[in-house]
């Protein structure tokens, strides 16, 4: 076969856009794609300057032909730069150009070749993928987790610090408050946010199945056990382990734990070689862990070596300015698997959602919201599509608004803020949004103690 008899077939057969120009920037021929991809006949263009096209890869210099006007003729080429070309109809097609520089026999420059590949609808998936990640993630968010509230505001400066270090974090708070999204964010904000985040959750594993999974076991070590494999410590070497629901982990565990945290060693169950680890360890629980040393039934050890530095998540009761905000976050979220076109939420419906007491937090709002979007048909979210409990809640006259929530949570955020303000009793009672006159109760209530007065840790 002569393939050279064949060019303008092959030519004319290609996908992707083909234009040729002379030195003087001239169209000379052009394929069918290149029509479909600028919208003009090939009669339209040929003859006419390639400026027609308007693209903003193009780098003119001057006027006259060859590298005298156009920088293509200068390098020899281009090759898949992204640009923008104007349609005849004056819209915007992205393109992928590629281009090269024809020359004769001779080595004389006689013109160019380009080739256009229409990405416009790859560039709008794009951009779709980047306001569904916006909507996801808000600008407003901090590394997801959502709200503005000082107190809120104030966890995230703990978190910022904390990151900056490798000490142990321990995250105390209510279910549902977002326990796990802020060890992902010490995680993100700290030096190993591009090594593994391991999460284990260790109510959800008996004693002997936690320890295979924490420290990894080798062949044979227990009936079943027919292959080696590695732990979620080995697993998370360099990066951060989350050990969620630390409360729960039985006492044998405890000390294999401990051990771990003193050694920066483990052993796979069923081997005795140690195995250095460098991991970071974040640990979280809704339990009240001082209690249960005191029980006897966690290891005070244990405890005073993970909980370096503690964090507190406050409950939404907490926070309730915060709702309309996790409110407008969740519909959107459900907006993206509705096909329902739910416009936002009614400002009774909403005014039922402040006035409620959250006891599952920011995770039963989130259902919440769920549940509304199941009910409503479209339009605006109403309190008749809001669940029972929280319609008809009605605060009992003797129980004002749970300000900074339960006992518990109201401790451990007043020791936290107290730490992060250097004991600054007025700018304490600024974050948490009460008198200075119940911050000092509270201090007395609770029997805090200024870290160096106590004169322990
Ligand atoms: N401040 C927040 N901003 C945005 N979403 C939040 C926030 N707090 C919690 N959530 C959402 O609530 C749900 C529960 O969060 P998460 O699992 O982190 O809570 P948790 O305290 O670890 O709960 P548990 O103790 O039950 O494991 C998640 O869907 C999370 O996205």
């Known amino acids: ?21 002379d030195t003087s920037g001239c169209i000379v021929a052009l394929n069918p794609a290149a029509e479909e991809i600028t919208g003009f006949a090939a009669e339209e263009l040929q003859g006419r300057s390639c400026r027609i096209l308007n693209c903003t890869g193009c780098k003119f210099v001057g006027k006259g032909s060859g590298d005298k006007w156009c920088r293509l003729f200068a390098v020899g080429g281009v090759r898949d730069k992204q640009c923008m070309i ?3 109809d004056r819209r915007t097609v992205h393109i992928l150009k590629s281009a090269r520089v024809l020359r004769d026999a001779s080595g004389e420059m006689i013109g160019a070749v380009e080739t256009l590949t229409d ?26 987790i959502l709200g503005q509230a000082p107190v809120m505001l104030n ?25 796990e999204m802020v060890a992902r964010a010490v995680h993100q904000a700290g030096g190993r946010r591009e090594k593994p985040f391991i999460k284990v959750n260790c109510a959800a594993l008996n004693e002997s199945l936690l320890e295979s999974e924490l420290f990894g076991h080798v062949k044979g070590a227990f009936t079943g056990a027919d292959r080696s494999r590695i732990g979620r410590f080995e697993a998370a070497d360099q990066g951060t382990i989350f050990l969620d629901e630390i409360g729960d982990i039985p006492p044998s565990t405890q000390v294999k734990l401990l051990r771990v945290l003193e050694e920066k060693k483990i052993e796979r169950v069923g081997d005795h070689n140690p195995i250095s680890v460098d991991v970071r360890i974040v640990t979280a629980t809704n339990k009240d862990l001082e209690n249960l040393v005191r029980q006897g039934t966690f290891r005070e050890d244990l405890y005073f070596r993970i909980n370096v530095f503690p964090l507190q998540c406050p409950p939404l009761a907490a926070h309730p300015e915060d709702i309309p905000l996790l409110t407008s976050h969740f519909i959107s979220r459900n907006m993206i698997h509705s096909d329902k076109d739910i416009a936002g939420i009614s400002p009774a419906a909403l005014d039922r959602l402040m006035a409620y007491d959250w006891p599952g ?29 929280v319609r008809g809640f009605v605060r009992p006259p003797s129980a004002p608004p749970a300000v900074n929530g339960d006992e518990t949570g109201q401790r451990g955020l007043l020791e936290q803020t107290l730490r992060q303000t250097g004991w600054n009793q007025s700018e304490t009672a600024r974050i948490l949004g009460v008198s200075r006159v119940t911050v000092w109760k509270r201090i007395r209530k609770f029997g805090i103690e200024r870290p160096w007065a106590a004169g322990s840790r």
Not at 125 to 141: A, F, R, V
Not at 157 to 166: E, F, W
Not at 375 to 381: H, K, M, S, Y
Request: include cysteine; hydrophobic fraction near 35%; glycine fraction near 10%.
């Open 1 to 21: 076969m002569n393939i050279g008899d064949h060019w303008k077939t092959i030519f004319d057969t290609l996908h992707d856009g083909l234009i040729v120009v």
């Open 86 to 88: 104007t349609k005849k």
């Open 119 to 144: 990405i416009s609808q790859l560039v709008r998936q794009q951009e779709e993928i980047k306001s569904l990640k916006q909507t996801c993630q808000p600008g407003d968010s901090f590394y997801g």
């Open 155 to 179: 966890l995230y400066g703990m978190i910022d610090n904390v990151a900056r270090s490798d000490a142990p974090v321990m995250i105390t708070g209510q279910s549902g408050t977002g326990k």
């Open 361 to 389: 937090n920011v995770r039963e709002l989130r259902n919440t919201v769920e549940y509304a979007f199941v009910l409503c048909p479209g339009g605006t979210i109403d309190e008749i599509h809001l669940p029972a409990r």
